[in-house]
């Protein structure tokens, strides 16, 4: 009987243990955790502090005493490993509370599964007691018996990743004034910046004082409250901070066992998720990956892919032959009444590599509704893709919308990771009824549009481009009717879509055109009306005047 030895308790170690058990009745397997709790529901703590979930227990998916009686595994919370002596194949131990006491464990084979930590930076004052992070289960309890106690009305969120998202909307709906802090430029970073605009403009729309650009530049602690000063010079006081910059790897304890670490602290591993020693994995935060897109090596500390390496280690371990092929980081967050969701490279990441718009890759922005129009109730979806400029090779894709959002960037994730094309997009035969999609679903219309793009029936422009190119004439081809009831340019040329054949004369061959239509669709037919009188110059504005009023705030 051999026996594996899994470090952390959490996603990736608690995974490992389990598939392990079903593969392997007869393993030796122990399980070491740190902390007081295994098997927790991370994802879901911001949700407890804003009384969503509001039965604590409902987080702890697998209780200890279920791991020990269900799957048979020796369970040692409050335990640390402190050293892997890789020539004896031993670990050592340092439990906690009152009965301290350190031992060593003997392994055939160990899992690192340690994960990562909450980075605090150094800045003045980050060591008040009034600032938090959100990581564990006694993180929660801590900020929820602060709201318990009825005291706290402001507070600062330093931070606009997943976490920071997602605990501004749950103080917020516990009735806090919540400030939401971000040094870049936008919130999300998966997202491009037209995108995250949207998030921004929702976000304030639910009266949150947002701040971006604009990092911490120091703490300052007072009797009753901390002040958060800003690198502009705004000062901002409130109860409490939660802090949520991002997260580093668990990797010390493998560093000083002399395993291999990339740059950023991630564990080098190969695609069995073998470490550079073959007695020892390692899986979830705390590795390196290899990127799904690019081929290459990153870092992703998500959920999703820490459950699956979990399963892959515990294959390997039990002698079934698994690999992982990479991570595309298939995302999503709930922003207050919007979902935002990414899979794949997004247009920043691509240009950082080098990548030139219009040379390289394409990319396209739609806008299409949750479900079919004329059935109550249907949200609009904006939907943004990103591909190679033949189209046999999809970047990435993002999508911003009320509902629905999940299930099409899950489509979109699921052609990457098949390597689908575009032009597959348009032959996905998805399921139709009024009530849940169209008949052509936003994921069709994405690779219909795509292809047109490609085969130079259809010219989109950027979503700056009235700002870039002062001399770009706005031709609104909108109905009366809606000019009368909504939105209208101040500047620019009406011809109604209906009166484009007789009136497309008043145009001038000479000067570049960029139609407007509401979501892009009627815009593309007149594009097509005008290339084919002869003008070379036109274009459509990216999912129409919707996301134009959106993006800029207009009426």
């Given amino acids: 009987?051999?026996?594996?030895?899994?470090?952390?308790?959490?996603?990736?170690?608690?995974?490992?243990?389990?598939?392990?058990?079903?593969?392997?009745?007869?393993?030796?397997?122990?399980?070491?955790?740190?902390?007081?709790?295994?098997?927790?529901?991370?994802c879901g703590l911001p949700y407890h502090v804003g009384?969503?979930?509001?039965?604590?227990?409902?987080?702890?998916?697998?209780?200890?005493q279920v791991m020990k009686s269900r799957y048979g595994i020796d369970v040692r919370n409050n335990s640390e490993v402190v050293k892997i002596d890789r020539e004896?194949?031993?670990?050592?131990?340092?439990?906690?509370?009152?009965?301290?006491?350190?031992?060593?464990?003997?392994?055939?084979?160990?899992?690192?599964?340690?994960?990562?930590?909450?980075?605090?930076?150094?800045?003045?004052?980050?060591?008040?007691?009034?600032?938090?992070?959100?990581?564990?289960?006694?993180?929660?309890?801590?900020?929820?018996?602060?709201?318990?106690?009825?005291?706290?009305?402001?507070v600062a969120v330093v931070g606009g990743?997943?976490?920071?998202?997602?605990?501004?909307?749950?103080?917020k709906n516990v009735g806090l004034e919540v400030s939401l802090i971000e040094a870049a430029d936008q919130v999300m970073a998966p997202m491009d910046i037209e995108m995250a605009q949207l998030l921004h403009k929702n976000i304030r729309k639910n009266q949150i004082d947002l701040h971006l650009g604009d990092g911490v530049s120091k703490f300052v602690e007072n009797e009753n409250n901390i002040t958060v000063e800003l690198s502009s010079g705004k000062k901002i006081t409130v109860d409490f901070v939660v802090l949520s910059i991002g997260v580093r790897p668990n990797s010390q304890l493998a560093k000083e066992a002399g395993l291999e670490i990339n740059e950023r602290g991630g564990i080098k591993v190969d695609n069995n998720l073998r470490t550079s020693d073959k007695n020892i994995y390692a899986a979830g935060d705390v590795i390196e990956v290899t990127d799904f897109i690019f081929k290459d090596k990153t870092m992703v500390p998500l959920a999703g892919p820490a459950n699956k390496?979990?399963?892959?280690?515990?294959?390997?371990?039990?002698?079934?032959?698994?690999?992982?092929?990479?991570?595309?980081g298939s995302s999503i967050a709930k922003v207050f009444?919007?979902?935002?969701?990414?899979?794949?490279?997004?247009?920043?990441?691509?240009?950082?590599?080098?990548?030139?718009?219009?040379?390289?890759?394409?990319?396209?922005?739609?806008?299409?509704?949750?479900?079919?129009?004329y059935y109550p109730g249907a949200k609009p979806l904006f939907l943004k893709l990103i591909f190679s400029m033949d189209g046999n090779k999809i970047f990435g894709a993002q999508i911003i919308g009320n509902e629905m959002v999940d299930k099409r960037i899950d489509t979109i994730a699921t052609a990457i990771r098949f390597n689908a094309s575009v032009f597959d997009l348009t032959e996905l035969e998805l399921s139709y009824a009024p009530p849940f999609s169209s008949a052509k679903d936003p994921v069709n219309m994405a690779g219909y549009v795509a292809e047109n793009v490609i085969n130079g029936y259809e010219d989109i422009c950027e979503w700056d481009e009235l700002e870039k190119n002062p001399e770009a004439v706005i031709l609104d081809i909108r109905e009366k009717k809606?000019?009368?009831?909504?939105?209208?340019?101040?500047?620019?040329?009406?011809?109604?879509?209906?009166k484009l054949r007789e009136d497309y004369k008043k145009l001038d061959k000479e000067k570049n055109y960029v139609v407007f239509c509401g979501i892009g669709v009627r815009a593309y037919n007149a594009s097509r009306i005008l290339q084919q009188k002869g003008f070379k110059n036109v274009k459509i504005y990216p999912a129409g005047l919707r996301f134009y009023k959106e993006l800029y705030g207009k009426n």
Avoid at 94 to 117: C, H, M, P, Q, W
Avoid at 134 to 150: A, E, F, Q, R
Avoid at 161 to 171: S, V
Avoid at 309 to 328: E, M, P
């Fill in 1 to 42: 009987m051999s026996k594996t030895i899994i470090i952390g308790g959490v996603a990736a170690g608690a995974g490992t243990a389990t598939r392990l058990r079903r593969l392997k009745e007869e393993e030796d397997i122990i399980l070491f955790e740190r902390g007081e709790y295994i098997s927790y529901a991370n």
């Fill in 51 to 64: 009384d969503v979930i509001d039965d604590r227990e409902m987080l702890l998916v697998t209780k200890l």
């Fill in 88 to 154: 004896n194949k031993k670990v050592t131990v340092r439990t906690k509370g009152i009965e301290k006491k350190e031992y060593e464990e003997s392994y055939d084979n160990l899992v690192i599964a340690t994960g990562s930590s909450p980075i605090r930076p150094r800045i003045e004052g980050i060591d008040s007691e009034k600032i938090m992070t959100l990581w564990t289960v006694p993180d929660t309890d801590k900020i929820v018996n602060i709201l318990k106690m009825k005291k706290a009305k402001k």
């Fill in 161 to 171: 990743g997943f976490i920071g998202i997602e605990m501004t909307e749950n103080l």
């Fill in 309 to 328: 390496q979990a399963r892959i280690v515990a294959d390997n371990i039990a002698g079934i032959k698994s690999t992982y092929k990479g991570t595309q």
């Fill in 337 to 373: 009444d919007y979902a935002a969701a990414s899979t794949g490279a997004n247009e920043k990441t691509l240009q950082k590599r080098g990548l030139v718009r219009d040379k390289d890759y394409k990319s396209i922005i739609i806008t299409q509704n949750s479900h079919a129009a």
């Fill in 482 to 498: 809606e000019l009368e009831k909504g939105f209208r340019f101040e500047e620019g040329i009406n011809i109604p879509l209906s």
